[in-house]
């Protein structure tokens, strides 16, 4: 059974950082693409970031040039560091498996979310 779980969220100034972790269990996480998707207040889910098995990574235009994910797969566990923090990048913030390697847009399955808030 595929497992995900978020931690590292919180309150953040804006301008600030965060790192958020994801621990996966349950499947072969070198084998798979890895997704970071969150949902704002009152809106849709929003796919962020995502990473392949080899590492290439792929960003949202919203977050581009702020945000760095990353794979440990020793520790199975997928990561998404957030900088120069935005009122607007308050969100759940979920982790989501890919169905391949190469998946790096899915949004399912996914965790039950950390929750990053950007506020003075």
């Known amino acids: 059974e595929v497992q995900l779980v978020e931690s590292g969220g919180g309150l953040v100034q804006p301008g600030g950082s965060l790192k958020v972790s994801c621990a996966a269990s349950?499947?072969?996480?070198?084998?798979?693409?890895m997704n970071w998707v969150r949902q704002a207040p009152g809106k849709g889910l929003e796919w962020v970031s995502g990473?392949?098995?080899?590492?290439?990574?792929y960003y949202a235009d919203s977050v581009n040039h702020r945000a760095i994910i990353s794979r440990d797969n020793a520790k199975n566990t997928l990561y998404l560091q957030l900088n120069d923090l935005r009122p607007e990048d308050t969100a759940m913030y979920y982790c989501?498996?890919?169905?391949?390697?190469?998946?790096?847009?899915?949004?399912?399955?996914r965790g039950q979310g950390t929750r990053v808030t950007v506020s003075l």
């Open positions: 349950g499947f072969i996480f070198s084998d798979y693409a």
């Open positions: 990473i392949n098995a080899p590492g290439v990574q």
């Open positions: 989501a498996k890919g169905r391949t390697a190469f998946s790096v847009y899915d949004r399912e399955p």
